[in-house]
């Protein structure tokens, strides 16, 4: 059975850096492009970054780009998202995802973890 578990969310005021972690459990980490999602109280699950499954290749919603960084660590089956400078609009449910395909729609990947709340207050 694939898991997947978000860890590192929390309260934190503008201007300040985050790091989330997810672990994968249950499928070869390696082959499977990561992402992470965001949702927002009263608003859609939006695309915040993806990477490809060695790392190449990264893509960034143009909100974070400069601020956030994903990158993965496939010996320890992990997948990071350092944010820095974080603002009030960053407050969300934080959701790692799981391939099989590169893509800035949820509709690419098919496990996704529970989600970590990060708010930022201003």
């Known amino acids: 059975q694939v898991q997947l578990v978000e860890s590192g969310g929390g309260l934190v005021q503008a201007g300040d850096s985050l790091r989330l972690s997810c672990t994968t459990s249950?499928?070869?980490?390696?082959?499977?492009?990561m992402a992470w999602f965001r949702q927002a109280p009263g608003k859609e699950r939006e695309f915040v970054a993806t990477?490809?499954?060695?790392?190449?290749?990264?893509t960034y919603a143009d909100s974070v780009k400069g601020r956030f960084t994903i990158s993965r660590d496939n010996a320890k089956n992990t997948v990071y998202l350092q944010m820095n400078s974080l603002k009030p609009e960053d407050t969300a449910v934080y959701y790692c995802a799981s391939g099989p395909r590169v893509s800035t729609d949820a509709a690419g990947y098919d496990y996704w973890g529970q989600g970590t709340q990060v708010t930022v207050s201003s």
């Open positions: 990477i490809s499954n060695l790392g190449v290749r990264t």
């Open positions: 249950g499928r070869t980490f390696g082959s499977y492009p």
